[in-house]
C-alpha cells in the first residue's frame, strides 16, 4: 500500500515537472523574440500557459531583470533589450521627437520602452552610480492616441448590433470590424458609453432599456447575487460580463448606502446644534 502511494506521488510530482518545463519553454520562446510583449501577446501565453495575465507579465519583468543582471557583454542581450540598452547608455533618457523611430527599431510600446528607461536610472541611482538629474528628462503626456471619431456608417453598424447584445465578448467585439476601423478598445468604450446612455434615458423615463439590459435589471432586483451561469444562458451574455457588472452595480449601491447615512449624520447634527 505504501509502495503504490510513494509511485503515485512520484508520478504527480514528475507530471507536475514536466507542465513547469513545458511552461518555460514557452516563456523563453516568446522572450527571445519579443522581450517587451504587448497585452495581446501576453494573452495568447497567458492561454497557452494556463497562467494568468498578471503572472505572465511579472515573469517577463523578472526576466529582463535576470538578463540585465547576468549578461555583462550587451551583446549578448536580446535584440529589444540590446537597442535600449545602447540608448541607456547613451544619455539615460529618450527624446520626445526620438521616440517613435525607438518604437518601429523595437516593436515595443511608449510605455514599456519609458518604464525600462526610468527603471534603469532607478537601480543605478540605488546602486549608487552617476544618473541624470530627473529634471532634465523630458515630460511625455500621459494621454494615449486620442479616440477616432465613429462615422455615420460605423454608429449604424454598432447600433444594429447593440439592439440585440449590450454587453459582446471579447471574440464578438473583435469581429464587428475586422478590417480594424475600430480597435476593440474603442468598440468597448462605445457600448460602455451606450448603456450608460440607455440608462440614463430609461431613469428618465423616455426609453425602455433594451432586452439584456431589462432582464438582468429585474434579476438584479430579485437576488443582488444571482446565479451567473443560469443568466448567462437566459440572456446569452458571457460569464465575465456578467460578473463584472453585478459587481459593479453591488459597488455602487454600498456607496449609495454610506452616502445616505452621512447625509443622515449631518442632518441629526445640524439638528443638535440648532436646538
Not at 462605445?190 to 432582464?215: D, I, V
Amino acid at each position: 500500500m505504501a509502495s503504490r502511494l510513494t509511485t503515485n506521488r512520484n508520478a504527480g510530482g514528475t507530471k507536475k515537472k514536466v507542465a513547469l518545463q513545458k511552461r518555460k519553454r514557452i516563456l523563453l520562446e516568446v522572450f527571445k523574440k519579443n522581450s517587451f510583449p504587448s497585452k495581446a501577446i501576453i494573452g495568447k501565453v497567458s492561454e497557452r500557459t494556463g497562467q494568468t495575465t498578471i503572472q505572465v507579465r511579472k515573469w517577463f519583468v523578472a526576466q529582463r531583470a535576470k538578463v540585465y543582471r547576468t549578461t555583462a557583454d550587451s551583446s549578448q542581450l536580446p535584440q529589444q533589450m540590446r537597442i535600449l540598452d545602447e540608448i541607456y547608455k547613451q544619455k539615460q533618457y529618450i527624446d520626445l521627437t526620438e521616440m517613435t523611430e525607438i518604437m518601429e527599431r523595437t516593436g515595443a510600446s511608449r510605455q514599456s520602452i519609458l518604464q525600462n528607461i526610468r527603471g534603469r536610472r532607478m537601480v543605478d541611482r540605488k546602486e549608487g552610480k552617476q544618473v541624470v538629474d530627473e529634471s532634465r528628462v523630458p515630460k511625455f503626456p500621459s494621454w494615449e492616441k486620442k479616440m477616432r471619431k465613429v462615422t455615420d456608417e460605423q454608429k449604424e453598424i454598432l447600433e444594429k448590433f447593440f439592439e440585440t447584445n449590450q454587453f459582446p465578448s471579447k471574440d464578438e467585439i473583435s469581429g464587428i470590424f475586422v478590417n480594424g476601423e475600430l480597435s476593440d478598445k474603442e468598440v468597448r468604450n462605445w457600448f460602455s458609453g451606450e448603456r450608460q446612455r440607455a440608462r440614463k434615458l430609461n431613469k428618465s423615463r423616455l426609453a425602455t432599456l433594451p432586452s439584456q439590459m431589462q432582464l438582468l435589471n429585474d434579476a438584479y432586483k430579485t437576488n443582488n447575487s444571482p446565479d451567473i451561469a443560469e443568466l448567462s444562458e437566459k440572456t446569452g451574455v458571457c460569464l465575465q460580463s456578467l460578473t463584472a457588472h453585478f459587481a459593479r452595480r453591488r459597488r455602487a449601491d454600498k456607496r449609495r448606502v454610506r452616502f445616505d447615512l452621512k447625509s443622515i449624520q449631518i442632518k441629526v447634527v445640524s439638528r443638535y446644534i440648532k436646538n
